[in-house]
């Protein structure tokens, strides 16, 4: 694949995306591309780090036994199945992406576990920029590693505070974009260096080299708090994970 046109060009204003490069339909077929090895480059890439980032995403949400939660793409499930777990049985949770591939792993994944409470997950294809759901639909909604990836995020982020309850909590997890010039070069050698290297032995490379641009183009902690408040949440608060390499956006409707 000689370019996949996946740089973004930088954003003028704090929260607004500008002109873009790749259309969805090309960041829904790059998904759909590394579906087969996604899980298994994260625990590689991310020595299992991954799975602890998005327990700290999930209880940030302050779901609870009975609630109906939404985890926005949702990808191969992992933050589905976490959700499910916290609402228990009696709770209901869904896990929305447009990636057939990544749901087709995620509804196999489902299939394979046998914890009762993951009967409590229904899996939906379907665009985060126009929730298939009515207005304050859900107790809390989590997107991990999606916000960064979706072509307008002030559109997604409007949507998700439009279904979810008042007073409920929307998790962020994504790769932080840091404001200190150290934290950013060790995140871009790694990728470079490890990252991408890594990904070319599966046939991946570009799709991962996405990943530094994607990462350039995203918003700090300061503006995705100032997105939140912008569409209209009550309150925004960001925090550093993971060595600063990755970061947490906690809003309440
Ligand atoms: C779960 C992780 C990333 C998900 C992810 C998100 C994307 O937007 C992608 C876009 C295109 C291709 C792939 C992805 C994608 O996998 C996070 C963990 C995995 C990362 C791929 C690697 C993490 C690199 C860190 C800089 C290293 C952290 C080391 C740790 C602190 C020991
Ligand atoms: C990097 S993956 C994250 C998956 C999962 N949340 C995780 O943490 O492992 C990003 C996901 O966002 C999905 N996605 C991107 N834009 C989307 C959109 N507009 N609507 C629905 N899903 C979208 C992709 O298909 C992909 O599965």
């Known amino acids: 694949m000689a370019s996949l046109h996946l740089a973004i060009p930088s954003l003028p204003g704090p929260t607004r995306q500008s002109t873009i490069r790749c259309s969805g339909e090309q960041r829904q077929a790059l998904f759909n591309r590394i579906a087969p090895v996604y899980d298994n480059l994260n625990d590689l890439l991310s020595l299992g780090q991954h799975r602890i980032w998005k327990r700290m995403a999930v209880s940030w949400t302050g779901a609870k036994d009975g609630d109906n939660v939404l985890d926005v793409c949702c990808g ?45 997950i229904k899996w939906m294809e379907g665009n985060a920029l126009d929730l298939p759901f009515p207005d304050s639909s859900f107790d809390a909604v989590t997107i991990g590693y999606g916000l960064r990836n979706v072509i307008d995020r002030h559109k997604a982020m409007t949507e998700i505070r439009r279904v979810l309850k008042p007073g409920s909590t929307v998790s962020v997890l994504d790769f932080n974009k840091s404001i200190n010039p150290l934290s950013t070069t060790i995140q871009e050698l790694m990728i470079d260096n490890i990252v991408v290297p890594v990904a070319s032995g599966y046939g991946l490379q570009d799709e991962y080299k996405y990943l530094k641009s994607s990462i350039k183009n995203f918003l700090t902690g300061n503006e995705l708090e100032m997105l939140a408040l912008e569409v209209g949440f009550s309150t925004a608060k960001h925090f550093e994970i993971g060595f600063g390499l990755m970061g947490n956006l906690v809003a309440i409707r």
């Not at 933050?79 to 777990?85: G, K, V």
């Not at 049985?89 to 087709?104: H, N, R």
């Open 76 to 120: 191969s499930g992992d933050l589905t199945f976490l959700l499910s777990e916290r609402v228990g049985s009696y709770g209901k949770a869904v896990g929305l992406d447009f990636s057939k591939e990544q749901l087709l792993t995620a509804s196999t994944r489902q299939k394979l576990r046998s914890k009762t409470c993951y009967k409590n």
